[in-house]
């Protein structure tokens, strides 16, 4: 069966950084999209960042030029690179991917997703 498990969030001040891991099991997605959604309380869930091998990476406009996603297919790890973290950026971060071939931002195309992992940042 496939799981995604999430790890690396925690708290961290206004302006620090923190990496967020992703390890995928039960099958490869190597030409497959993932990404990276949080929400927030109270919130939708919204799309963070994805990538794919054939179109790159895309982000949110909240969150480009401060955060980076990276895979290494070879483990079967996708991680989410988080600097100059704000408030804003407080939410629960999960990780997700899409069996098929298609490309989207859109949470309800994605057909797997790992448990979450919280991230706090104190102004």
């Known amino acids: 069966q496939v799981q995604l498990v999430e790890s690396g969030g925690g708290l961290v001040q206004a302006g620090g950084s923190l990496k967020l891991s992703c390890a995928a099991s039960g099958r490869t997605f190597t030409r497959n999209v993932m990404g990276w959604f949080r929400q927030a309380p109270g919130k939708e869930r919204e799309f963070v960042a994805a990538?794919?091998?054939?179109?790159?990476?895309a982000y949110a406009d909240s969150v480009k030029g401060r955060f980076t996603i990276s895979r290494d297919n070879a483990k079967n790890m996708l991680y989410l690179e988080m600097n100059s973290l704000k408030p804003e950026d407080t939410a629960v971060y999960y990780c997700a991917a899409i069996s098929g071939s298609v490309y989207s931002t859109e949470p309800e195309n994605y057909d797997y997703w790992g448990q979450g992992t919280q991230v706090t940042v104190s102004s």
């Open positions: 990538n794919n091998w054939l179109t790159g990476s």
